[in-house]
């Protein structure tokens, strides 16, 4: 049972370089998030598809484009990468009332 | 055991104690919570859920209580290991169909 896989798990990119983070989810689930974690600041949402063909802005979504792809994959994308883009990306996917599972996440340097 | 009364960013336990980590919420209006274990380098985990229609619920050596009228959230770990050593994290959801929205977590230390 893979779960929630999320590509690459580490990268560092120039500033104003742009990227697509993956990310894909075997259990059937409708909704997927896209979260950044910070030092201190926890995990704050970034955009999220609560099914097949919608998206919505979360928390802090300046800077970010996302598309969900297919009900498996939903994918974010930095278009000109910044230093305070510098951060761990959590991507997740829930069904339903239930708690979310979470990939284990990309490590992103913008220098 | 040992608990904090306000939301605190490090507890330090040790083991065999009862560990309490608490966690404020903003929204009165949201009507589903859980708490998750973040691990060095890891994805957060899932460790129990609680509705709003409920005070308490129990799971293997962890406790969720649910105060509405102070809005506050507490953990309760019975009998913590090193293993329990992590991040915990509360998390409410607005209403349903939202997406959840996190605390900023809790460190948990705990010393054998």
């Known amino acids: 049972n893979a779960g929630v896989t999320q590509t690459p798990k580490f990268q560092v990119l120039k500033t104003g370089q742009s990227m697509t983070l993956q990310c894909a989810q075997d259990?059937?689930?409708?909704?997927m998030y896209w979260y950044r974690q910070d030092p201190g600041m926890g995990l704050r949402l970034i955009y999220y598809?609560?099914?097949?063909?919608?998206?919505d802005k979360g928390e802090v979504p300046n800077g970010y484009n996302v598309s969900r792809l297919n009900k498996r994959e939903f994918s974010l994308r930095l278009e000109s990468a910044a230093p305070s883009q510098t951060s761990v990306y959590f991507c997740?996917?829930?069904?339903?009332?239930?708690?979310?599972?979470f990939g284990s996440g990309t490590r992103l340097t913008v220098v | 055991g040992e608990s904090v009364g306000l939301h605190l960013p490090t507890l330090s336990v040790q083991e065999g104690d009862n560990s309490i980590i608490n966690c404020a919420y903003s929204?009165?209006?949201?009507?589903?919570f859980i708490w998750y274990k973040q691990e060095s380098g890891k994805g957060p985990q899932f460790i129990i859920d609680?509705?709003?229609?409920?005070d308490k619920r129990q799971g293997q050596r962890v406790t969720v209580l649910l105060n509405k009228t102070v809005k506050h959230l507490s953990l309760q770990i019975a009998a913590t290991q090193p293993g329990d050593s992590a991040v915990y994290f509360c998390?409410?959801?607005?209403?349903?169909?939202?997406?959840?929205?996190f605390g900023k977590g809790t460190t948990l230390s705990v010393s054998s």
């Open positions: 997740a996917s829930s069904e339903g009332q239930r708690g979310y599972t």
């Open positions: 998390a409410e959801r607005g209403q349903a169909g939202t997406a959840l929205i």
């Open positions: 609680i509705r709003s229609n409920m």
């Open positions: 929204n009165s209006a949201s009507d589903y």
């Open positions: 598809s609560a099914s097949e063909g919608t998206t």
């Open positions: 259990m059937n689930h409708n909704s």
